[in-house]
């Protein structure tokens, strides 16, 4: 597709349970982010792959968050353990190299309830 | 900490007139800042964008200005448009080389007829 697309574009799950979002970028972006934005709030950088490695993921906020891109394309952002906490709009973003001062086009996002 | 502070939750302004809004930032070693523009239910849009080394840069109707000494910056829209009503994002990278984005909270600007 032309932009980055994002599944599902809703998600409710109980507290406690453990959910999958995904994350398809612009093809070709080696570079791809996951933000978080809360009701209220600018979206929060969660993590940064470069190819199929997590090159920054100090925004993650605590080890129930992990994310994955194996073929250096897709990714999934794997939360365990929902908390009501968690309930946000979950944004990915990707850029075509990954370099500073590239712009980030970002994917109309997941709305996760929890519970 | 905030690092990146959009002051006014919201503003109104006029059809045709310009639109100004305001964005502060604590951390010196920002160089490059973002624009991005929110319509509800879809992602953030690219607006325009600045380098620390300017303290300028104009798009068409869009233009920032960058303060660097006050640690400020503002987008100017003129003429505003119906079409203009949205959230807007100001974003700032660079620490460290670093990539991500660090976002202010957002001005929702509403264009009157």
């Known amino acids: 597709g032309a932009g980055v697309s994002q599944t599902p574009s809703n998600k409710v799950t109980e507290k406690g349970k453990y959910v999958e979002l995904r994350c398809d970028p612009i093809?070709?972006?080696?570079?791809l982010y996951w933000y978080r934005q809360s009701l209220g709030q600018g979206p929060e950088f969660l993590i940064y792959?470069?190819?199929?490695?997590?090159?920054?993921d100090s925004g993650l906020p605590n080890d129930r968050f992990f994310a994955v891109r194996p073929e250096g394309s897709v990714s999934t952002l794997k939360i365990q353990r929902t908390e009501r906490g968690d309930s946000a709009v979950y944004l990915c973003?990707?850029?075509?190299?990954?370099?500073?001062?590239?712009?980030?086009?970002f994917g109309p996002g997941t709305r996760l309830l929890v519970l | 900490d905030q690092q990146v502070k959009q002051n006014s939750p919201s503003l109104s302004v006029q059809e045709g007139r310009i639109s100004i809004l305001n964005c502060d930032y604590t951390?010196?070693?920002?160089?490059?800042f973002l624009w991005y523009k929110k319509y509800p239910a879809e992602g953030p849009t690219f607006l325009i964008s600045?380098?620390?080394?300017?303290d300028k840069n104009e798009d068409g109707r869009f233009t920032v200005f960058l303060n660097k000494s006050a640690k400020h910056l503002s987008l100017h829209i003129v003429p505003s448009q119906p079409g203009d009503s949205a959230v807007y994002f100001c974003?700032?990278?660079?620490?460290?080389?670093?990539?991500?984005?660090?976002f202010g909270q957002g001005t929702r600007l509403t264009i009157n007829p």
């Open positions: 951390n010196s070693m920002f160089d490059y």
């Open positions: 792959f470069q190819g199929t490695g997590a090159a920054d």
């Open positions: 093809s070709g972006h080696t570079a």
């Open positions: 974003a700032a990278s660079g620490v460290q080389g670093a990539q991500k984005l660090v």
């Open positions: 973003a990707s850029s075509y190299t990954g370099t500073p001062q590239e712009t980030q086009y």
């Open positions: 600045i380098s620390s080394i300017k």
